[in-house]
């Protein structure tokens, strides 16, 4: 699942699971405390959540903001194995869950586990969770793990068994992570299909989570008490939770930095000048997880965004003006001052130069790709030599075609810099580029004009997590993914890429056990993406991570493979 705004590690982690037994759970972290005596805790997203149903979601904001209501059966732990929330236990071939032909996944459910309204939490909501996502007209954004799924069923009251279409040794694809929140089948069972876009539960969902909501502003704030109903008597701590929406990611520092106002400030992607004196002043009242990982990239739109198309708009079925031609693509990757972005934005180590799509694993090759080279000469020939020439106005055109180029992003003052670098090097080369910026409350939306999803634009920029396995990144740029109108612009395809070969590839990873030849696999994937500039990495946002909390909060274990708040259950102060 493609998550728009980012966490991760800069090492790599343990795989999530292997052919011969998967990983072992991870222990979930205990802290003594009494429930309900912390206060209120106060947490800052400057990009405002909007909705609070992560299967139509479309950013980090939302997902984070319905993780306090709505869990998973295991969630990923910092080390990048599952932790068992819903579940009893994780599933592994050691302990029987985990078939020896990898077709099969078992999931014990905790017993007693309750909704916050009071009903028996069972297999049938897990169950009702695969029809929901996996009716196409639900359009759900998480229905990537559907193409592998061929049915999850209830044993019993507290068994669930996952069968996948054929042997996948990413055998935690379902069940695992923000991605699989089970939502109450009673609340949402007349929310399937088309109903689903427009069902009010979608604002004020039942949990079986730590808190259960209070009070719901889109765009503004959430507003959250204990659970009374949750299954540990001495969790969580804080007796109430409010995540104020708006502002910017400088102002959200500063308050949790300088002034104390907030106890976490998710996302404090701020220039390197700014944010380091915020750390090293002696009344500096923050610290910062170590675990964070996210790719900064910039998305290519291989439709057509022209606003004469009218509803054909950055439809699939339409072809882009140039981006159709690979040396235009590859002209703009080579003049990706990289370098400059990392060093002087994110600085070391809060960020790399990368030109990899994927993180883990780590390809080699790309460093030999001339599409990885800064070289705007070299940029400037290719773009001369396949007959695009440069005017009297200084861009180039070929056939009546000019290279114009709308690139737009969500409002962040590394993202505007990030912009201004892009275009400042991409025009001496003979592009003209027009940048736009919009409140990441709408620009992470399926909804918006500006938004990244339905992508009105030539480019966007943005950043997302992965998890420990490579296959569900990848698996975005799939042609089953394309993002369109006709799922509600919901799919993980923003750039509406579709080549038959990237997928024989993708299938064959899918279907591929051997760890060792799924991660070349990967690796593959991650090269043919590269060599055609499907995608333009830029940098690999790694430690110090720019999730900030105050120092008297404890027991913060940030994972980079799942929500920020997967754990505030065991937070105290």
Not at 142 to 158: E, F, I, L, Q, Y
Not at 350 to 366: D, L
Request: glycine share 8%.
């Amino acid at each position: 699942m493609l998550v728009a705004a980012a966490c991760g590690q800069s090492t790599q982690p343990t795989p999530a699971a292997t052919a011969t037994g998967g990983a072992a759970a991870t222990p979930a972290p205990t802290v003594a405390s009494a429930r309900g005596t912390g206060g209120e805790l106060k947490i800052i997203y400057w990009q405002a959540p909007t909705i609070l149903n992560p299967h139509q979601a479309g950013g980090t904001k939302d997902n984070d903001a319905s993780r306090l209501i709505l869990e998973p059966l295991a969630s990923w732990g910092s080390d990048g194995k599952p932790v068992a929330i819903l579940a009893a236990e994780v599933p592994t071939a050691t302990n029987g869950g985990v078939s020896k032909d990898l077709t099969t996944v078992t999931w014990k459910l905790k017993t007693g586990v309750k909704w916050s309204d009071g009903s028996a939490f069972t297999a049938d909501d897990v169950v009702f969770n695969f029809t929901y996502r996996c009716n196409k007209d639900t359009a759900a954004t998480t229905a990537g793990a559907c193409d592998s799924t061929a049915s999850v069923t209830a044993k019993d009251a507290t068994t669930v068994v996952v069968t996948y279409k054929a042997p996948n040794a990413n055998f935690y694809e379902w069940g695992v992570g923000t991605a699989d929140s089970v939502i109450q089948k009673a609340q949402f069972n007349d929310c399937v299909g088309t109903k689903a876009k427009d069902c009010a539960a979608n604002q004020k969902p039942i949990g079986t989570g730590p808190y259960k909501l209070v009070d719901f502003k889109q765009g503004d704030v959430v507003a959250y008490a204990i659970n009374d109903n949750f299954r540990d008597p001495n969790k969580p701590f804080f007796k109430t939770v409010t995540i104020k929406g708006g502002g910017d990611a400088e102002g959200a520092a500063r308050a949790v930095c300088q002034t104390g106002e907030a106890d976490y400030g998710w996302n404090l992607q701020i220039p390197l000048a700014v944010l380091q004196p915020m750390l090293s002043a002696a009344a500096s009242k923050c610290q910062f997880p170590s675990s964070y990982n996210a790719l900064e990239r910039i998305t290519i739109n291989f439709a057509n965004p022209d606003p004469s198309l009218g509803d054909k708009r950055s439809e699939p079925d339409t072809k882009h003006p140039f981006f159709s031609d690979i040396n235009v693509r590859r002209a703009l990757a080579m003049s990706a001052n990289r370098a400059v972005v990392a060093e002087q934005l994110y600085g070391k180590p809060g960020g790399e130069a990368y030109c990899n799509v994927i993180v883990f694993p780590r390809s080699k090759n790309t460093d030999s790709f001339d599409v990885c080279k800064y070289d705007l000469a070299a940029a400037e020939k290719v773009l001369q030599d396949n007959g695009w020439v440069k005017g009297s106005d200084g861009v180039r055109a070929k056939g009546g075609v000019k290279l114009i180029l709308s690139y737009q992003t969500s409002t962040n003052a590394a993202r505007q810099k990030t912009q201004e670098v892009l275009k400042a090097d991409w025009e001496k080369i003979g592009f003209k580029v027009n940048i736009t910026n919009s409140s990441a409350t709408t620009f992470f939306t399926n909804t918006a004009p500006d938004g990244y999803a339905k992508f009105y634009a030539d480019l966007e920029e943005f950043a997302s997590s992965q998890d420990p396995d490579p296959a569900g990144f990848l698996e975005q740029y799939v042609c089953e993914e394309v993002n369109a109108k006709a799922n509600n612009w919901n799919k993980n395809n923003i750039g509406r890429y579709c080549n038959p070969e990237f997928d024989a590839i993708i299938k064959s990873l899918k279907a591929e056990t051997d760890r060792a030849k799924r991660d070349q696999l990967a690796i593959q994937a991650n090269d043919f993406l590269v060599k055609n500039v499907v995608v333009i990495s830029l940098v690999n946002r790694t430690a110090p991570t720019p999730n900030g909390f105050s120092k008297g909060l404890k027991g913060v274990k940030q994972s980079a493979f799942d929500s920020s708040l997967w754990d505030v259950m065991d937070w105290t102060k």
